[in-house]
Nanobody, 115 residues
């Protein structure tokens, strides 16, 4: 089954940076939106950032000015550059590819920010 595959997570100190990547394991046609979500322990999954087919971006207030989402359409890959990381950014980060009729979710990558 085709699905997005995340990479780039890890352990970083507060104030540090990480870059997440997410690429489809196979061919997914007509992706409209690519996005990043995160889920901390005992919390609901929340939106981090999205980027539309046209390049429009949307960010959660908590990451504005610190995180940047970008994508390579030819490679069906989305990136999340995370700067000035905080302990509260610790979570499993998931990417999602949305087509006209289906949401493709990745398995997630752990990001841990130590204080």
């Amino acid at each position: 089954q085709v699905q997005p595959v995340e990479s780039g997570g890890g352990l970083v100190q507060a104030g540090g940076s990480l870059r997440l990547s997410c690429a489809a394991s196979g061919i997914i046609f007509s992706i409209n939106t690519m996005g990043w979500f995160r889920q901390a322990p005992e919390k609901q999954r929340e939106l981090v950032a999205t980027i539309s087919r046209g390049g429009g971006t949307n960010y959660a207030d908590s990451v504005k000015g610190r995180f940047t989402i970008s994508r390579d359409i030819a490679k069906n890959t989305v990136y999340l550059q995370m700067n000035s990381l905080r302990p509260e950014d610790t979570a499993v980060y998931y990417c999602k590819f949305t087509t006209w009729n289906y949401d493709y979710w990745g398995q997630g990558t752990q990001v841990t920010v130590s204080s």
